[in-house]
């Protein structure tokens, strides 16, 4: 499985912005994607995350209420949707997806993509 990040970059505190991640390979094989985060100093982090049928998520409470996960499964694509930024949600995000079972079991990262947010 592959991931490509996109949609970051700069934006205002207060501002939404919206990154998608697109996987390809045996995406069949994924049970679960996630969003995490990881900010200068500070260890990677878990933002949100969302099992493969769609009907499980979980947030950090940091973002509860103001970022959503999504996912469109006819185009291997999951979406973070965020609102109401704030200075400390500054970061680089990053797109995982865990599959796979037994020997085969396995975490896939993305490069990430760069979060700024201006105060």
């Known amino acids: 499985v592959q991931l490509v990040e996109s949609g970051g970059g700069l934006v205002q505190a207060g501002g939404s912005l919206r990154l998608s991640c697109a996987a390809s390979?045996?995406?069949?094989?994924?049970?679960?994607m996630a969003w995490y985060r990881q900010a200068p100093g500070n260890q990677r982090e878990l933002v949100a995350a969302?099992?493969?049928?769609?009907?499980?998520?979980n947030y950090a409470d940091s973002v509860k209420g103001r970022f959503t996960i999504s996912r469109d499964n006819a185009k291997n694509t999951m979406y973070l949707q965020m609102n109401s930024l704030k200075p400390e949600d500054a970061a680089v995000y990053y797109c995982?997806?865990?599959?796979?079972?037994?020997?085969?079991?396995?975490?896939?990262w993305g490069q990430g993509t760069q979060v700024p947010v201006s105060s």
């Open positions: 995982n997806a865990h599959g796979g079972a037994g020997w085969g079991e396995y975490d896939c």
């Open positions: 969302m099992s493969n049928g769609g009907r499980s998520t």
């Open positions: 390979g045996s995406t069949f094989s994924i049970t679960t």
